[in-house]
C-alpha cells in the first residue's frame, strides 16, 4: 500500500502566493481552509487520514494549473455540502456567490447517476457535465477532485476501482483532453490503466524500467546534440527528453504495434522562443536527421480545437534510434499542458472570469463538437450538440438522480411525458425541490421532479397541449385524446346507427346490404363502416341522414324544439349520463360555464346546430332563454365522473396546493389541472377536478374551507 505526504495548509499557502499576489484573497482562501477544517473535523477517510487532506490535496492540484483565488476556495469547500449538511447559503453569506455557485456546480456533478441502468450514452454523460456547469471552472475543480481520488483509488474493492477507472475514461478524460488539460488528463490517464487493466500496466512498467538506463544514455546524448546544433545557427533554445505515458504506450500496443518498436521509440521536446523560430529549428533538424516520411504536422499554423500549437515530425537520430520531436515555444507549452487553464493569467485585473470570454465559449463549443466529430461527423448530431449546450437545453433529475435533458421552457408535463406516457397521462401534481407548482411552471436546470400521479385519472386535460413545451408531450396527449375520442365515437356511433333502424323499424340485414353502405360511404367520402361509426357518433354526420336520407328537410333540433313546445309526444330518452326528454339522436354537451355534475339541478339549451349544452338551472348564461330550453334529467350510471372547477381564494399561499390536493385523497376526486391566477392580496386558485356527484364535491368543499389561510372556496360559473 502507498501512502501519500500530509500536506498541510502552510504548503497550500507557498504554492498559491507563487502566483496569486493579492493578500486579501490569499485571506480568502485561508478562511475556506479553516470553515472546510472545521466542518470536516473528526473525520477520516478510508485512506485512514484526516479528510481535510482531500480538499487540500484538490487545492494543491488546482495550484499546478495556476488556478484562480476563488477556483482554490472552491476546490477546498467543494465536499461541505455534501458531506457536511452546509447550505449554499451558509457558504453565500461566509464567502461570496460566486464562491458558493462553484460549490453548488461541483456538488451536483458529483450527485449525477451515471450507472449502469441510466439511460443516457456516456457521449451524453459528457454533454450533461458540461451543459450542468455553466462554468467550466466547475469542470476542473470535478477533474482535480477525480485526480486525487483517483490517487488514493488503491483504498477501495477491485470492483470501485475499475468502475472508477471506466467512468474516468469515458467521461472526464474526453472532457479533459477537449479542454486541454493535458497536466491532469495524462495522469488520469495512467491511473485508470492502472485500475482497469493492472496486468497490462505493470507490464508496461517493468519493461520500462528494463531498458530505462540504455534509452536514458541515448536520450541525454542526442538532446546535447540537438541543442548544439541549434545553438550553433543562432536559435536560443531548451530541450528536453520527455518521459512517454504509461498509457501512450498501451494505446501504441493497443494499435498492434509492436513492443520493440514502441520502447525504441524516443521523445524530445525543444523550445525555442517564437513561432518562425519553430519553423527554422525544424528545417536545421530535418537537414541533419532524416525524417521519416509522412510524420510532419504543423500545429502550429493550425492548432488543434483544443488550442493546442506545436510542430511535430518524427526522425531518424542518434544511432538510427527514431527520435519523435517536439517544437514549441513557452506559451505554446503553456496551453499544451493547461490548456483552457492557461487562460486564467489572461484575466484584467483579476475581474475576468475563465468562462465568460466569447473566446473561451467558442472554444468550449468547438471541444464538444470534435467529441463526437471523431465518431460520426454527422452535421446533425453537431447541431443538435451545439443547440443543446447551449441555452436551448436544461437538465432536470428525477428524485432518483437520474437525468433528465429537456429543451428550455419545459413544464412538470414534457418531464412527465419524457419519463414516460403513462407517467404523463395518470399526473395529477408536480412537486419541484420539495414545493408543489402548476403545471405550466418553466423547469429550471437541475431542478428536482417528482410527479405525481393517480391510477385512477381519467387522463390528461385537452389544455395541457397548449402548456407543454415539447412536440413529443403535445404529441403523447393529442393521441390519448384521438385514441379516446375514437373509440368513444365509435362506440356512439354503432349505438345510434343500431337505435335509430329500431325506430324505424328497417332490418340490419337491408341497411348494411353492401350497395346501401356503398352508396351511404359514397356520398359522405368514407372508406369503410368503422369511419361511418366514428362520423356518426362524433355528430359530424347526423345518424337520421344516415338511416333515412330522404326523412330531414329540418334540423334535429328544430323538431325538438317544436316538440318540447308543443307538449306532445315526448318521450324519455337516456342519453349517456343525462335523460332528456324528446328525441334520441342529439349530442348531449355539458356547458363548460357552469360544469353541472349528478345532483346538479339542470336544464337543457337546445343549440342551433350543436345538439343540447346541458347547464346547472342557477347558471346566468341560460336565465332568459325559456323557449329554448327542454326538461332533462340525469341518468345515474356507476363509475361516471364529472369535471368541476372551484375557485379558491386565500390570503397565503404556503403550501396550499400540496395542502388542497391531500384533502382530495379523502374523497376518492382526483385534480385534473389547476392554475394559480395573479391577484393584488389575494391568492386565487383555478381547480379543476373530477367528482361523482354534488354530494361528494361539497364534502371536499367543505374540507378544502377548513385549510389555514382559505378564504372561500367556490364553484366556476361564468
Ligand atoms: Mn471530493
Given at each position: 500500500?502507498?501512502?501519500?505526504?500530509?500536506?498541510?495548509?502552510?504548503?497550500?499557502?507557498?504554492?498559491v502566493?507563487?502566483?496569486?499576489?493579492d493578500?486579501?484573497?490569499?485571506?480568502?482562501i485561508s478562511k475556506?481552509?479553516?470553515?472546510?477544517f472545521?466542518?470536516?473535523?473528526?473525520?477520516?477517510?478510508?485512506?485512514g487520514?484526516d479528510?481535510?487532506?482531500?480538499?487540500?490535496n484538490?487545492?494543491i492540484?488546482l495550484?499546478?494549473?495556476?488556478?484562480?483565488?476563488e477556483?482554490?476556495?472552491?476546490?477546498?469547500l467543494?465536499?461541505?455540502?455534501?458531506?457536511?449538511?452546509?447550505?449554499?447559503a451558509?457558504?453565500k453569506e461566509?464567502?461570496d456567490?460566486?464562491?458558493?455557485?462553484?460549490v453548488?456546480?461541483?456538488?451536483?456533478?458529483n450527485?449525477l447517476?451515471?450507472n449502469?441502468d441510466?439511460?443516457?450514452?456516456t457521449?451524453?454523460?459528457?454533454?450533461?457535465?458540461?451543459?450542468?456547469?455553466?462554468?467550466?471552472?466547475?469542470?476542473?475543480i470535478?477533474?482535480a477532485?477525480?485526480?486525487?481520488?483517483?490517487?488514493?483509488?488503491?483504498?477501495?474493492?477491485?470492483?470501485?476501482?475499475?468502475?472508477?477507472a471506466?467512468?474516468?475514461?469515458?467521461?472526464?478524460?474526453?472532457?479533459?483532453?477537449?479542454?486541454?488539460i493535458?497536466?491532469i488528463?495524462?495522469?488520469?490517464?495512467?491511473?485508470?490503466?492502472?485500475?482497469?487493466?493492472?496486468?497490462?500496466?505493470f507490464?508496461?512498467?517493468?519493461?520500462?524500467?528494463?531498458t530505462?538506463k540504455?534509452?536514458?544514455?541515448?536520450?541525454?546524448e542526442?538532446v546535447?546534440?540537438?541543442?548544439?546544433?541549434l545553438?550553433?545557427?543562432?536559435?536560443?533554445?531548451?530541450v528536453?527528453g520527455?518521459?512517454?505515458?504509461?498509457?501512450?504506450?498501451?494505446?501504441?500496443?493497443?494499435?498492434?504495434?509492436k513492443?520493440?518498436?514502441?520502447y525504441?521509440?524516443?521523445?524530445?521536446?525543444?523550445f525555442v522562443?517564437?513561432?518562425?523560430?519553430?519553423?527554422?529549428?525544424?528545417?536545421?533538424?530535418?537537414?541533419?536527421?532524416?525524417?521519416?516520411?509522412?510524420r510532419?504536422?504543423?500545429?502550429?499554423a493550425?492548432?488543434?480545437?483544443?488550442?493546442y500549437?506545436?510542430l511535430?515530425?518524427t526522425v531518424?537520430?542518434?544511432e538510427?534510434?527514431i527520435?519523435?520531436?517536439q517544437?514549441?515555444?513557452?506559451?505554446?507549452?503553456?496551453i499544451?499542458?493547461?490548456?483552457?487553464?492557461?487562460?486564467?493569467?489572461?484575466?484584467?485585473g483579476?475581474?475576468?472570469?475563465?468562462q465568460?470570454?466569447m473566446?473561451?465559449k467558442?472554444?468550449f463549443?468547438?471541444?464538444?463538437?470534435?467529441?463526437?466529430?471523431?465518431?460520426?461527423?454527422d452535421e446533425?448530431?453537431?447541431?443538435?450538440?451545439?443547440k443543446d449546450?447551449?441555452?436551448?437545453?436544461?437538465?432536470?433529475?428525477?428524485?432518483?438522480?437520474?437525468?433528465?435533458?429537456?429543451?428550455?421552457?419545459?413544464t412538470?408535463?414534457?418531464?412527465?411525458?419524457?419519463?414516460?406516457?403513462?407517467v404523463g397521462?395518470?399526473?395529477?401534481?408536480?412537486?419541484?425541490?420539495?414545493?408543489?407548482v402548476?403545471?405550466?411552471?418553466k423547469?429550471?436546470n437541475?431542478?428536482?421532479i417528482?410527479?405525481?400521479?393517480n391510477?385512477?385519472?381519467?387522463?390528461?386535460?385537452r389544455?395541457?397541449?397548449?402548456?407543454a413545451?415539447t412536440t413529443?408531450?403535445?404529441?403523447?396527449?393529442?393521441?390519448?385524446?384521438?385514441?379516446?375520442?375514437?373509440?368513444?365515437?365509435?362506440?356512439k356511433?354503432?349505438?345510434?346507427?343500431?337505435?335509430?333502424?329500431?325506430?324505424?323499424?328497417?332490418?340490419?340485414?337491408?341497411?348494411?346490404?353492401?350497395?346501401?353502405?356503398e352508396?351511404?360511404?359514397?356520398?359522405?367520402?368514407?372508406?369503410?363502416?368503422?369511419e361511418?361509426?366514428?362520423?356518426?357518433?362524433?355528430?359530424?354526420?347526423?345518424?337520421?341522414?344516415?338511416?333515412k336520407?330522404e326523412?330531414?328537410?329540418e334540423?334535429?333540433?328544430?323538431?325538438?324544439?317544436k316538440?318540447?313546445?308543443?307538449g306532445?309526444?315526448?318521450?324519455s330518452?337516456s342519453?349517456?349520463d343525462?335523460i332528456?326528454?324528446?328525441?334520441?339522436?342529439?349530442?348531449?354537451n355539458?356547458?363548460?360555464?357552469?360544469?353541472?355534475?349528478?345532483?346538479d339541478?339542470?336544464v337543457g339549451?337546445?343549440?342551433?346546430?350543436?345538439g343540447?349544452?346541458?347547464?346547472?338551472i342557477?347558471?346566468?348564461?341560460?336565465?332568459d332563454?325559456e323557449?329554448?330550453?327542454?326538461?332533462?334529467?340525469?341518468?345515474?350510471?356507476?363509475n361516471?365522473?364529472y369535471?368541476?372547477?372551484l375557485?379558491?381564494h386565500a390570503?397565503e399561499?404556503?403550501?396550499?396546493?400540496l395542502?388542497?390536493i391531500?384533502?382530495?385523497?379523502?374523497?376518492?376526486i382526483?385534480v385534473?389541472?389547476?392554475?394559480e391566477m395573479?391577484?393584488?392580496?389575494?391568492?386565487?386558485?383555478e381547480?379543476?377536478v373530477?367528482?361523482?356527484?354534488?354530494?361528494?364535491l361539497?364534502?371536499?368543499?367543505?374540507?378544502?374551507?377548513?385549510?389555514k389561510?382559505?378564504s372561500?372556496?367556490?364553484?366556476l360559473?361564468?
Amino acid at each position: 500500500m502507498e501512502k501519500q505526504d500530509i500536506i498541510t495548509f502552510e504548503k497550500l499557502r507557498e504554492k498559491v502566493i507563487e502566483y496569486i499576489e493579492d493578500e486579501k484573497k490569499i485571506e480568502l482562501i485561508s478562511k475556506a481552509y479553516l470553515f472546510a477544517f472545521e466542518k470536516h473535523f473528526g473525520v477520516k477517510r478510508l485512506t485512514g487520514e484526516d479528510y481535510i487532506q482531500h480538499p487540500l490535496n484538490v487545492a494543491i492540484i488546482l495550484t499546478t494549473i495556476n488556478a484562480d483565488a476563488e477556483t482554490i476556495c472552491a476546490a477546498l469547500l467543494h465536499d461541505v455540502m455534501e458531506d457536511c449538511n452546509t447550505t449554499e447559503a451558509e457558504i453565500k453569506e461566509k464567502f461570496d456567490d460566486e464562491i458558493a455557485s462553484l460549490v453548488v456546480g461541483v456538488t451536483k456533478i458529483n450527485r449525477l447517476n451515471f450507472n449502469l441502468d441510466s439511460e443516457a450514452s456516456t457521449a451524453n454523460h459528457r454533454k450533461i457535465i458540461v451543459g450542468l456547469s455553466q462554468d467550466v471552472r466547475v469542470i476542473i475543480i470535478k477533474l482535480a477532485d477525480r485526480l486525487h481520488n483517483m490517487r488514493t483509488l488503491w483504498i477501495k474493492s477491485k470492483e470501485q476501482q475499475k468502475e472508477t477507472a471506466k467512468e474516468t475514461l469515458d467521461i472526464l478524460i474526453p472532457i479533459a483532453h477537449r479542454l486541454g488539460i493535458n497536466q491532469i488528463k495524462a495522469e488520469l490517464e495512467d491511473l485508470s490503466l492502472r485500475y482497469s487493466k493492472p496486468d497490462v500496466y505493470f507490464s508496461i512498467v517493468e519493461n520500462l524500467n528494463k531498458t530505462r538506463k540504455e534509452r536514458d544514455r541515448i536520450v541525454e546524448e542526442m538532446v546535447r546534440q540537438v541543442s548544439k546544433i541549434l545553438s550553433d545557427h543562432g536559435i536560443e533554445n531548451k530541450v528536453k527528453g520527455r518521459a512517454k505515458s504509461i498509457f501512450g504506450i498501451y494505446k501504441k500496443l493497443d494499435d498492434g504495434k509492436k513492443f520493440k518498436e514502441i520502447y525504441d521509440l524516443m521523445a524530445l521536446r525543444v523550445f525555442v522562443d517564437s513561432e518562425s523560430d519553430c519553423y527554422q529549428a525544424l528545417g536545421i533538424l530535418h537537414a541533419k536527421y532524416k525524417p521519416v516520411p509522412k510524420r510532419f504536422k504543423d500545429y502550429v499554423a493550425m492548432p488543434k480545437t483544443n488550442m493546442y500549437q506545436s510542430l511535430h515530425t518524427t526522425v531518424f537520430g542518434l544511432e538510427s534510434n527514431i527520435f519523435e520531436i517536439q517544437i514549441r515555444t513557452p506559451e505554446m507549452d503553456e496551453i499544451a499542458e493547461k490548456g483552457i487553464a492557461s487562460h486564467w493569467s489572461y484575466k484584467e485585473g483579476g475581474k475576468g472570469r475563465l468562462q465568460t470570454t466569447m473566446e473561451q465559449k467558442l472554444q468550449f463549443f468547438r471541444s464538444i463538437i470534435e467529441l463526437k466529430d471523431e465518431e460520426t461527423g454527422d452535421e446533425e448530431f453537431v447541431n443538435s450538440v451545439k443547440k443543446d449546450v447551449f441555452k436551448d437545453t436544461i437538465y432536470v433529475f428525477t428524485p432518483k438522480g437520474d437525468v433528465v435533458e429537456l429543451p428550455y421552457g419545459s413544464t412538470p408535463i414534457d418531464f412527465a411525458y419524457k419519463v414516460h406516457s403513462q407517467v404523463g397521462d395518470k399526473m395529477v401534481s408536480a412537486i419541484i425541490n420539495d414545493s408543489i407548482v402548476t403545471l405550466d411552471y418553466k423547469l429550471q436546470n437541475q431542478d428536482i421532479i417528482k410527479i405525481k400521479t393517480n391510477p385512477n385519472s381519467s387522463g390528461p386535460s385537452r389544455e395541457w397541449i397548449g402548456i407543454a413545451k415539447t412536440t413529443q408531450a403535445k404529441n403523447k396527449i393529442k393521441s390519448f385524446f384521438a385514441k379516446v375520442d375514437k373509440e368513444r365515437d365509435f362506440e356512439k356511433g354503432e349505438e345510434l346507427i343500431a337505435k335509430e333502424l329500431r325506430t324505424h323499424k328497417i332490418p340490419n340485414s337491408e341497411f348494411f346490404a353492401n350497395e346501401n353502405i356503398e352508396k351511404i360511404l359514397k356520398h359522405y367520402k368514407l372508406t369503410n363502416v368503422e369511419e361511418l361509426n366514428i362520423a356518426v357518433g362524433s355528430g359530424r354526420i347526423p345518424v337520421s341522414q344516415v338511416v333515412k336520407p330522404e326523412f330531414d328537410s329540418e334540423t334535429k333540433e328544430e323538431l325538438i324544439l317544436k316538440k318540447a313546445q308543443s307538449g306532445v309526444g315526448i318521450k324519455s330518452v337516456s342519453k349517456n349520463d343525462i335523460i332528456v326528454r324528446g328525441m334520441g339522436d342529439l349530442k348531449v354537451n355539458i356547458a363548460s360555464c357552469c360544469l353541472p355534475v349528478l345532483g346538479d339541478e339542470i336544464v337543457g339549451y337546445i343549440t342551433k346546430g350543436q345538439g343540447i349544452n346541458i347547464h346547472r338551472i342557477t347558471c346566468p348564461n341560460v336565465k332568459d332563454l325559456e323557449e329554448r330550453l327542454i326538461d332533462v334529467e340525469w341518468n345515474k350510471q356507476d363509475n361516471q365522473k364529472y369535471v368541476s372547477t372551484l375557485i379558491v381564494h386565500a390570503s397565503e399561499n404556503h403550501n396550499l396546493l400540496l395542502d388542497i390536493i391531500s384533502k382530495t385523497s379523502h374523497f376518492n376526486i382526483s385534480v385534473k389541472n389547476f392554475n394559480e391566477m395573479a391577484k393584488k392580496d389575494d391568492y386565487v386558485f383555478e381547480i379543476s377536478v373530477l367528482v361523482e356527484d354534488t354530494s361528494n364535491l361539497e364534502k371536499f368543499m367543505d374540507s378544502v374551507n377548513t385549510i389555514k389561510n382559505i378564504s372561500r372556496v367556490e364553484r366556476l360559473m361564468r
